[in-house]
């Protein structure tokens, strides 16, 4: 049983920025593909950013590429959303997700594809 637990959120003004982590525990943290994924009132979760088991893969959302850099520490069991130039409407829920990972596999976007879920840490960015 993998356990997750997101930290770094808060509120910030339009323009500013935000780091997210996401310490895993109770598994094998190098043999898992991370994401990240957000969820605003009202609305289905959403896709934000991937990384391969290894970190030699990322993928993004359109929405956030260029904004938002995902990156890991298999050291620390840990996963960083990096989040610059804040917009409102980047202000939701974020979680973050783990699944089996492989080198033969493509990063997904899909929420049913992840296994495991944190509990979500709050972002708010005001204009």
């Known amino acids: 049983q993998v356990q997750l637990v997101e930290s770094g959120g808060g509120q910030v003004q339009a323009g500013g920025s935000l780091r997210l982590s996401c310490a895993a525990s109770g598994g094998t943290f190098s043999s898992y593909d991370m994401g990240w994924f957000r969820q605003a009132p009202g609305k289905e979760r959403e896709f934000v950013a991937a990384?391969?088991?290894?970190?030699?893969?990322?993928y993004y959302a359109d929405s956030v590429k260029g904004r938002f850099t995902i990156s890991r520490d298999n050291a620390k069991n840990t996963v960083y959303l990096q989040m610059n130039s804040l917009k409102p409407e980047d202000t939701a829920v974020y979680y973050c997700?783990?699944?089996?990972?492989?080198?033969?596999?493509?990063?997904?976007?899909?929420?049913?594809?992840?296994?495991?879920w944190g509990q979500g840490t709050q972002v708010t960015v005001s204009s």
């Open positions: 997700a783990s699944r089996t990972g492989s080198l033969y596999l493509a990063l997904t976007t899909s929420v049913s594809a992840y296994n495991y």
């Open positions: 990384i391969s088991l290894n970190g030699g893969r990322t």
